[in-house]
């Protein structure tokens, strides 16, 4: 196995390489590949954010259309929220300290940022915010956060993954995880002079042997050496690890990875090929170009592909921390101080070999139900019928009454679930679902499900949910949960309905 505590070879190799003021010569070499690192984020997720989600295969080979300026992006924005809590503490950061910071400062509830923030608000503690009541736990939302990490702890490969796997640990686990870790890693690494091949290397001895992220990059090796072509690589990760969630990390990353090995380090090849691989494209293309930027440098990304986002950073308004820098240039020279203080502080925390999460019992929020007039609890929105022991082939009924919050203003229930359905409201028919597509309980963009307004204007506060499930084999599970219009998981009563 590599050993990534002992990277130093590639700063031995520079030293001897260059005949210079080794200081001098390693803070404007350091300084470049930081620029070229959030520039290549910059510029892949401005590239990929018109394809995002699409499941077709753009074919583009420049922006299109060339934007204005550069998208606003969780890609990069939530790492602003990082930089701002190292700025403020300017020590050795908590695990609890970053859960009060996500708190606080990001108000974005897609997916598992949503499930986090939910369980966050409600006291649960770091770590289990990314478990329970979680569908999206392997999610890209954390891989996508690495390089503030990378470029902070630039060359302390063991401290960048250690950060890398706290802060993934807020809204995710397991893959959706190992996948930041696996991220920070390889960029730490580049960043101290570790060639591309190298990096990955150390970012594969990070992973876990029994993570699918591991299972699939080496894969994808052997796929490779066999004979380099990447037909044959996107073609592998569709037909052993597709998923019909996006924002998968595993599918995701397989996509980010293959454009790395057939890209040559060549920044536009490799950005390209990671964006025509489709579904979450701005972020495999925004982490492809940031890997590429750190390998190059600034200098070395062709203009015409820097001109478009012209140094800018586009923040979204789900960003509440202060004091955000501007340009590219402000968060480079920002990071660059950061990473001159801690390359001070003694005894920072590391991930000591294979990365290990910690484990957490998870609780149940007691949601009742009854199911073919059965009583039935649920630990969360899942309702796992497959494991009820029920009879095949048959009708389900599900019935429970739904109690809202008094200050809440606007709510929306979402049903989703493999078999197809019919949902009533107080008796009155709500919702069809005609179709067996798999669910994905996201509401602003659900799969195999639907989303019901619930007529709070009437000053109604409870409401009795009917759901049929006509016969499906095997039984599905069910997801039932509520949420505002900025998909916030309202807190809500499921209780069983008085015969």
């Not at 753009?58 to 990082?82: K, M, R, S």
């Not at 091949?197 to 992220?213: F, R």
């Not at 586009?314 to 660059?336: F, M």
Request: glycine share 8%.
């Amino acid at each position: 196995m590599y050993n990534y505590n002992q990277c130093n070879c590639c700063t031995i190799q520079l030293r001897s390489t260059f005949n210079c003021n080794w200081e001098g010569f390693l803070m404007i070499d350091l300084r470049d590949r930081v620029l070229g690192c959030f520039i290549g984020k910059n510029v892949g997720g401005t590239l990929g954010m018109p394809f995002e989600g699409s499941v077709l295969r753009p074919g583009i080979n420049f922006y299109t259309p060339v934007p204005e300026h550069p998208a606003a992006n969780d890609d990069l924005d939530l790492q602003l929220v990082w930089l701002r809590l190292l700025e403020r503490e300017h020590e050795v950061i908590t695990f609890e300290k970053m859960a009060q910071a996500f708190l606080k400062d990001i108000d974005c509830h897609w997916d598992e940022y949503g499930a986090a923030l939910r369980n966050l608000a409600d006291g649960v503690v770091p770590g289990l915010s990314g478990i329970h009541n979680n569908y999206f736990t392997c999610g890209l939302g954390g891989a996508i956060r690495s390089e503030i990490w990378a470029t902070v702890f630039a060359g302390k490969i063991p401290t960048a993954a250690y950060y890398a796997m706290l802060d993934s640990s807020i809204d995710h686990t397991g893959d959706g995880v190992y996948g930041e870790v696996f991220n920070a890693a390889v960029e730490s690494a580049i960043l101290s002079g570790a060639d591309l091949s190298e990096a990955l290397k150390i970012g594969k001895a990070i992973l876990p042997a029994d993570s699918q992220l591991k299972r699939l990059y080496d894969d994808l090796d052997v796929q490779w050496a066999k004979n380099g072509d990447f037909e044959a690589l996107y073609n592998l990760v569709m037909q052993k690890y597709k998923s019909h969630n996006f924002t998968d990390v595993v599918m995701n990353g397989g996509f980010t990875y293959s454009a790395l090995l057939a890209g040559n380090g060549d920044f536009e090849k490799t950005v390209l090929l990671a964006v025509n691989c489709a579904h979450d494209a701005d972020c495999t293309a925004a982490t492809a170009g940031a890997i590429i930027g750190s390998l190059i440098g600034a200098r070395a990304i062709p203009a015409r592909w820097k001109d478009a986002v012209n140094d800018r950073i586009t923040v979204g308004s789900y960003i509440k921390a202060d004091n955000l820098p501007q340009s590219v240039t402000e968060l480079v020279d920002r990071v660059l101080v950061l990473q001159k203080h801690f390359s001070n502080v003694p005894d920072l925390p590391e991930i000591n070999g294979v990365c290990q999460l910690q484990k957490y019992e998870d609780f149940s929020e007691n949601r009742h139900f009854a199911v073919n007039n059965k009583s039935f609890t649920a630990a969360d929105m899942r309702l796992p019928l497959s494991k009820l022991n029920l009879p095949q082939g048959r009708e389900l009924h599900i019935t429970t009454r739904i109690t809202l919050p008094e200050n809440v203003q606007q709510a929306n229930l979402l049903v989703a679930t493999r078999g197809m359905f019919v949902a009533k409201i107080d008796g009155a028919m709500a919702a069809l679902k005609g179709d067996q597509s798999l669910p994905l309980p996201a509401p602003h963009r659900v799969l195999g499900g639907r989303i019901i307004p619930l007529p709070l204007y009437t000053g109604k506060r409870e409401f009795d949910l009917d759901i049929t499930i006509y016969p499906t084999v095997p039984i599905p599970d069910v997801y039932v949960n509520v949420y505002d219009w900025n998909n916030r998981h309202i807190k809500t009563e499921y209780k069983l309905i008085e015969q």
